[in-house]
Structure formats: C-alpha cells, structure tokens
C-alpha cells in the first residue's frame, strides 16, 4: 500500500514570494492533517479535514495561509506571501477514524525562505 | 502551559540499559495516546497506541494514567537502533491531535 505523498520535497524562495506544497494521502482515509514542524519541537497543527471539510483550522494563520481538499482525497497548502518565519519543514498526515485516528505521515516539504 | 509536556531530554544512555520517558497532558478529555519515533530529518513515524490496561511490543511498554494524566514509555535493552526523538501524541474524542515537543535518546555503545 502507498504511503503519504508529498511534494516537493524542498524548496527554496526568496520572502514574499507564493508557494504551495501538495499532499496525496493513503487510500482511504479520511483524514487529513497539515503540521508545520520547527527544529527542535513537534509538530504543529495547521489544518484538520475530514473529507473535504475544514473542522480544525484554528491555528492556521489566515492571512497568508490557505489550504484545499476539494475532492476529499488530494490536499494543497499555499503561503503567499512567504516570510522568514516560514521556514520550516511542512508535514502531511492521514488517518482513519477506524483506526483509531492514528497518523501516517508522508516525508515532508523542507521549505527555506531567504 | 502546553497541553503536552515531555521532558526534552537528551538522554543518553549505554547499550543495554532500561530507560523512560513520560508525558503529561492537561486536556482530560482525552482519548487516545500514540508514541511516535522520529529520527533525525524523517517524518514521525507511530512506535505504538497507548491503551488503557498498557501494552508491550517486545522492548517497548507503553503505560497510561488517566487519574495522573500522563503516559510513559520504557524502552528495555537499549540497541543503538533505538536512538531518536521520542513523541507523545494525545487525541481528544474528537480527533483533534496535539504533539509533545519530543525527548531525544541517545544510546552509546
């Protein structure tokens, strides 16, 4: 069975500039998470869906961030504009409520701003 | 506070020895509890549930308090292999998920 998808893998921006990561998750689940983790600390929640419902997007910062799942299955994050702050690796995850919501990660977006 | 508190270490420990790690969580309404591994510049990757009567996956034992809110894990007999960042993961009923900030081991031979 396929894992989490991710990409790209890395990018590199200068500040201001747009940029969006896409995420596939795992065939059936329901769930989709975007974390953003900075060095040294775990993950941080940016958006829950279920399906293609937003149900928690208490900690994104809806200024400069937006998210879409609009089919339910395949998820794009966007920043724009992009600032230092940004950086920071930007993590996908799925689950199933059948399983307990335990998470399956894909490998991550390592976003660099300049 | 942070709703999920580890201890951020870095342990570190020979080959061989036993060591623990805890969590504590301030939202009693709680669910359900993950230990995730995460080795340097990986994705987490989920170690094992925590489940109320506690539960053994060869070296790892993985315990909860609910009445003390907080989880542990044991790693006996240390290997290398086991060297990495440590996640706690609590879920409310809802599926809302928050991660501790990790403890980092480190096993030396």
């Known amino acids: 069975e396929a894992g989490v998808v991710q990409s790209p893998r890395y990018k590199i921006i200068e500040k201001k500039q747009p940029v969006a990561f896409w995420c596939n998750p795992i065939?059936?689940?329901?769930?989709l998470y975007w974390y953003r983790q900075n060095l040294g600390q775990g993950p941080e929640l940016l958006i829950r869906?279920?399906?293609?419902?937003?149900?928690?997007d208490s900690q994104l910062p809806k200024d400069r961030f937006s998210a879409e799942r609009l089919k339910g299955v395949d998820s794009t994050l966007k920043i724009q504009p992009a600032e230092l702050g940004d950086s920071a690796v930007y993590l996908c995850?799925?689950?199933?409520?059948?399983?307990?919501?335990?998470?399956?990660f894909g490998p991550g977006t390592r976003l660099t701003v300049t | 506070r942070k709703e999920v508190e580890q201890d951020p270490g870095p342990f570190n420990v020979p080959e061989g020895a036993t060591v623990a790690f805890n969590c504590t969580y301030s939202?009693?309404?709680?669910?359900?509890f993950f230990w995730y591994r995460q080795d340097c510049r990986k994705e987490p990757k989920l170690l094992m549930s925590?489940?109320?009567s506690g539960n053994e996956d060869g070296r790892f034992t993985a315990q909860l308090n609910r009445a003390s809110q907080y989880i542990s894990l044991l790693i006996r007999d240390s290997k290398l292999s086991d060297s990495a960042t440590y996640l706690c993961?609590?879920?409310?009923?809802?599926?809302?998920?928050?991660f501790g900030d990790g403890t980092t081991l480190t096993v030396k031979p």
């Open positions: 995850a799925s689950s199933s409520r059948l399983q307990s919501y335990e998470q399956y």
């Open positions: 065939s059936g689940h329901n769930t």
């Open positions: 869906y279920e399906n293609e419902e937003a149900v928690d």
């Open positions: 939202n009693s309404a709680s669910q359900s």
């Open positions: 925590v489940y109320s």
């Open positions: 993961v609590v879920n409310t009923n809802a599926g809302k998920s928050t």
